[in-house]
């Protein structure tokens, strides 16, 4: 199964966005992102994407707290 929105480019919406180490509000918290931040999509679990910075972190962050804005074309 394609998940055409996988490794899409996407910008933060909040001020904060709490990234995760599950996709879960339970979850620890390991840091935050900021609003206008670029991250890319690299995993989906309910309302939950995973994501992936600049540096190579990767997490867990509420789907409503991100904007799909560009497609990576392979």
Do not use: C, M, Y
Request: net charge neutral; charged share 30%.
């Amino acid at each position: 199964v394609v998940d055409r929105d996988l490794d899409h480019a996407v910008v933060v919406e909040r001020k904060t966005a709490q990234v995760r180490v599950s996709p879960f509000n339970t979850a620890a918290s390991e840091v935050a992102l900021s609003e206008g931040e670029e991250v890319s999509i690299i995993g989906r679990h309910g309302d939950f994407v995973r994501v992936r910075d600049g540096e190579g972190r990767r997490g867990w962050v509420q789907s409503a707290a991100v904007q799909f804005i560009v497609p990576r074309r392979s």
